[in-house]
């Protein structure tokens, strides 16, 4: 996906981008997201089935996860990030949180 790079080089705020709602993770459509990343490689179809795997594993983490969640400016962070330029992404939202520590790591993995 993108490169953490990315996330550092954006401002902390990014206007018109609305926090989740208190209780569960923020609603992205991942057919969307997942049709925009497949459509940069060679291999549509399989690369899309990946992405959508990987964002479905994501999402079933968050679901179970976010009662955990710290509420913090790391957390507000988290989900501004996730969303930067239209893409949206739980599995970039899940590392996000994780690496912040607003989330706490679970000893399963995304994917698995």
Known sequence: MRTLLLLFAF????????????????TYHIQRNCNSEASDTGDFRRSKAECVQAEDAAKRQLDQRWSTLKPSDAT???LEE???GGDQSYA?????LEMSDALPRDQTTVGR
Not at 11 to 26: R, S, Y
Not at 92 to 96: F, S
């Open 11 to 26: 401002p902390f705020t990014v206007p018109g981008v609305v926090a989740a709602p208190q209780g569960k993770p923020p």
């Open 76 to 78: 507000r962070q988290c």
């Open 82 to 84: 996730s969303s930067i």
């Open 92 to 96: 970039e939202l899940l590392t996000c």
